[in-house]
């Protein structure tokens, strides 16, 4: 071996891979959501991390963009996903024919987008979506979503604040002012609401040919916060134009859903500043943050979009989505100290002392596994010490005593490794102990 | 729209996508062994999808195999991995300081090889590996390994066969006869066996040197099926050699250790003429079958390696893992109709008839969610008759009709999709009788 060239092992830079403790909880919080998608009726879907390149990029006309990983093997043009829309799109149209409408799918998965790696963004990283696709889709999907962040968020222990608008207001007002063909312009200005100084924000809005008397109105809108009553009452003389009023109406029925659907008051904000991705969402849009931290920026978001399946088939299918940034999510869990990096895989550790007590212990493993209890044995030559000591350093909150006695008078004695009481029980005691100590 | 070139949506060949009520039933064969490897006390891990090149191909000297997806991306030389061993011997490597030894770590991802898509072979595919490493790892963890598909095929509603043997059996009988050099290539040979006619099995063993005597004693080790005692019997007495002795005392103690877990004799089976994979392993190795369906082909495999990170430290780290193969096994659980892809991903259906119904069916809907009942609602603007319709399509097993009446009473009516029954109840009542029946 000494005579060979080793190879540093090293992982590519900006993927993200956790230590197994850390890996145990993320997978913890991605089954609790997954949960949740599937007791709200939402359909598991795994598209293969590779697609066509043409069908990857069909939506900017084959354009390459350098963030893109993108390569050639034999003769196909490959990319991986940068997303999961687009595969959504793909799989939609491929499948347009057998498929139930409206079809709504989630999918937690991998995407890649070859961006500098920096804090909190990451080369590879997991995108978790939840859609509803179809041909023509109620306004009750658009709330359907808004309301899903509640028991996603619950599951996980945590509050939801959501801020909702919905992208007509806004394009309805430029249009009302004659700015009907730069709208997607005034929305990426209007998106730097919050970024730009107040006087730097109002001179981009006059080089964009805004007066002052629109600039005030467009205020009285951005600024416009609270209850559908609140905003409603706020904005509603501004313009009569056709789209603003459609916009206006459409949060009026997502409101009266989300009403219907019990969502908490509390957890709901409708902010009229909200523009969310330019030009890809067309009605509602929505953002989700953790209540009380929303300095932390937002956890995910979503909402309306029109012809999903254009590049692809001569179908109208529209849909309506939420996102939640799970690797983000994880990360700030991480950093604010909410999740609890220090438990143990195992719940009860047996000691043994020789190849008699072995035998007697790797049946109890067995037992208390197949009671669903997380048993391991010490199996390697180290004294007693040794093995109270890893269990300590390990965190396992239960070690069985198997040694000479207990197997002359068939029980085990249990210990517990936080108060160090210990007691000497039959195994159907201890099975019921750590069952109800599991619960 | 109709202007636009449009893309054919397709999808690469020989990359696997299951539709929706396939995925649901694959996930949950993913989620039952997830759980029997936690039970186990495996840790999580999930490496990224890509390496560096030189570090996924340290085994080969930097050897590219046309199989493998490679490509580069701004200065770096990128592998999709092809399997989850190298990147477990990397993590292990890189982590080697912090990590607790014994590491036992589970592992279920898609791995990619480029070779000709068949019926059965995928070009995208899921692996799910559990292994245990460490600088010195009894025997017992051998006997754990291959106890664990006891327990995996048990929560898919399977029964396994297992067939073990110890690499150094055949290994120590062909240095006995003076073959030590060519071992790999007699490993080969016999691992054709059951491939070729016997003559031509034969002719191929003289090609390689062995005389008649030595033939037959060949014949005699790799026909040696049974419970340990009987191979035992058969072989013990052929050879002298240390290596061939040592592999037969690794399998008693191997076979010691399965009786104290209480692996179902019948279940295990010793065959000596198992190879499997020629010069990977070291020591145990085996292979798992579905009871009954033996030719079908094994469903996973696994045994003893040394020196896993030999290409990266100076280290001596050892291993011993069980593979299942995921994708084979669901395509064959598919093809013979044993697993239900009817079942559908909604428990309950509702159906409103208006504005005032829909809003009394929403809080009727959030109310089932919460108590983790699969309800949805019917949305879309179709006829009572339209919607009963769709849900017998869906397989819906129930179905609450929210009318007038109901409204008026506070109260729903059930029905019953099989039998038709219908019963009017409260809020309370349906959510006991629901749950009850999802247990």
Known sequence: ??????????????????????????????????????????????????????????????????????????????????????????????????????????????????????????????QC???????????????????LYEPCFKALGLEVEIEVSNRKILAGYFESLGFG??????????????????????????????????????????TAKGSFEEIKKKVENITDNSTFKAGLEELETVDKRLQAMCMEKESLCYNLSIVRGHNYYTGTIFEAFIKGKRELGAIGGGGRYDNLCGHFIDKNIQGVGMSIGITRLFDILKNENMINLNSSSTSVGIITFDEETLQYGLSLMTNLRENGIRADIFNEEKSFKAKMKEANRKNI???????EDEVKSNSYTLKNMATSEQVSLTLSKIIDMLIKNNE
Chains 1, 2 share one sequence.
């Open 129 to 147: 979506d939840a859609d509803i696709t179809g041909e023509s889709l109620p306004l009750t999907y658009d709330a359907e979503c808004i309301k």
């Open 1 to 126: 071996m000494t005579d060979k060239k080793l190879i540093t092992p090293r992982k590519l830079q900006g993927f993200w891979e956790l230590m197994p403790n850390e890996e145990m909880v993320f997978e913890d919080i991605l089954d609790k959501i997954k949960n949740v998608f599937k007791t709200n009726c939402f359909l598991p879907l795994d598209t293969p991390v590779l697609e066509y390149s043409d069908v990857l990029l069909a939506k900017s006309g084959g354009d390459i963009d350098k963030e893109i990983y993108r390569f050639t093997k034999g003769d196909n043009d490959i990319c991986l996903r940068y997303d999961l829309t687009v595969p959504l799109a793909r799989f939609v149209s491929m499948n347009y024919n057998i498929l139930d409408f409206p079809f709504k799918r989630f999918q937690i998965g991998k995407v890649y987008r070859g961006e500098r790696p920096q804090k909190g963004r990451f080369r590879e990283f997991y």
């Open 397 to 403: 909150p239960y070690v069985i005593i198997c040694g």
């Open 181 to 222: 063909n730069k709208i997607n312009n005034l929305m990426v200005v209007v998106d730097k609401v919050d970024k730009l100084p107040k006087v730097e924000f109002i001179a981009l809005l006059k080089e964009n040919s805004l007066t002052d008397a629109q600039i005030d109105n467009l205020f009285t809108i951005i």
